[in-house]
Antibody, heavy 119, light 107 residues
Framework: QVNLLQSGAALVKPGASVKLSCKASGYTFTDYYIHWVKQSHGKSLEWIGYINPNSGYTNYNEKFKSKATLTVDKSTNTAYMELSRLTSEDSATYYC????????????WGQGVMVTVSS | DVQMTQSLSYLAASPGESVSISCKASKSISNYLAWYQQKPGEAYKLLIYSGSTLQSGTPSRFSGSGSGTDFTLTIRSLEPEDFGLYYCQQYYEKPLTFGSGTKLEIK
């Protein structure tokens, strides 16, 4: 069965970076885009961007272009998102998701990883 | 960006009742709309896409309707497992955007 397993919670200092992982299993990793979504505490969902695991092509929400960097490691079926120059505004839960059949909606979600930015 | 508005942030209902959750887009998105359910401790679940098409595994008591700017998720005869958070998402254009969510609780 399809599973997206995300790395554990992170506590990071302001100004630092953090790299989140999302390990895919149960399907051919390179056949489906991986998207990342942010959910700030008590707030709604924000789309960060996506990566084509086959080609490495990325597409970002303008809002997150200077914040997030998406990469993949095809050898381990793992997608990564690095968040840089962290501030308290980046404290949130981040989800990786699988896009369904080139349609920009998501048929599988990771369990989410909470990032807390605090000194 | 397309703004997605779920006017009801909270809805209380009893098992067996039917409920409707609305979602309004700030511009026409045709039927490029998905609905998701989130329950505590569980991953988000895709319920409906293309406005009205049930994802495999979604119970038939769920239905979606609408096109253009106004959409509705209807749940007939609520089951205890239906309580949770519901979000709509447009995928008509990027950036992809979500509604603010509607929390469905047991009355």
């Amino acid at each position: 069965q399809v599973n997206l397993l995300q790395s554990g919670a992170a506590l990071v200092k302001p100004g630092a970076s953090v790299k989140l992982s999302c390990k895919a299993s149960g399907y051919t990793f390179t056949d489906y885009y991986i998207h990342w979504v942010k959910q700030s505490h008590g707030k709604s969902l924000e789309w960060i961007g996506y990566i084509n695991p086959n080609s490495g092509y990325t597409n970002y929400n303008e809002k997150f272009k200077s914040k997030a960097t998406l990469t993949v490691d095809k050898s381990t079926n793992t997608a990564y998102m690095e968040l840089s120059r962290l501030t308290s505004e980046d404290s949130a839960t981040y989800y990786c998701t699988r896009e369904r059949d080139n349609n920009y909606y998501f048929d599988y979600w990771g369990q989410g990883v909470m990032v807390t930015v605090s000194s | 960006d397309v703004q997605m508005t779920q006017s009801l942030s909270y809805l209380a209902a009893s098992p067996g009742e039917s409920v409707s959750i609305s979602c309004k887009a700030s511009k026409s998105i045709s039927n490029y709309l998905a609905w998701y359910q989130q329950k505590p401790g569980e991953a988000y679940k895709l319920l409906i896409y293309s406005g009205s098409t049930l994802q495999s595994g979604t119970p038939s008591r769920f239905s979606g309707s609408g096109s253009g700017t106004d959409f509705t998720l209807t749940i007939r005869s609520l089951e205890p497992e239906d309580f949770g958070l519901y979000y709509c998402q447009q995928y008509y254009e990027k950036p992809l955007t979500f509604g603010s969510g509607t929390k469905l609780e047991i009355k």
